[in-house]
């Protein structure tokens, strides 16, 4: 395969776009925990309040725009399964932000070697 040479300024150029390019990626993982820690958290209250309520107690789940009468133990279940969900996905979005920001770094570095090099000549 032929990769096309890049000038140093077209290079410097790119490095930059992806920079900020995976900055943004960056900002939006934090939005997207930031969003399932909510949920998470919503769903664990929601569930400590379930828990206190006697076993007789009618529950009703809202599906679309009604609501259908459902055990506790069913309710229960759901917001454990909510919150297990969200946790997965924080976790992934964590090792991906890792990633990106590892990435920054890395692309932040050779711009600085760039411009070092610029400065020598």
């Known amino acids: 395969l032929l990769t096309p040479v890049l000038s140093p300024g077209q290079a410097f150029t790119e490095l930059q776009a992806k920079v900020m390019d995976t900055q943004q990626k960056v900002k939006l993982a934090d939005l997207q925990i930031e969003q399932l820690t909510k949920t998470k ?5 929601t569930d400590t309040e379930v828990m ?9 789940e809202g599906v679309g725009r009604m609501f259908i009468l459902q055990p ?3 309710i229960h279940n759901q917001l454990l399964e909510k919150q297990r969900i969200a946790e997965e996905k924080i976790k992934e979005l964590e090792q991906k932000k890792s ?9 932040e570095d050779n711009i ?3 411009l070092m090099a610029r400065r020598a000549q």
């Open 41 to 45: 958290k919503h769903a664990h209250l």
């Open 52 to 60: 206190m309520l006697v076993d007789e107690t009618r529950m009703y």
């Open 72 to 74: 506790k133990g069913v």
């Open 99 to 107: 990633y990106l920001e590892r990435s920054v770094k890395e692309a």
């Open 112 to 114: 600085r070697e760039m």
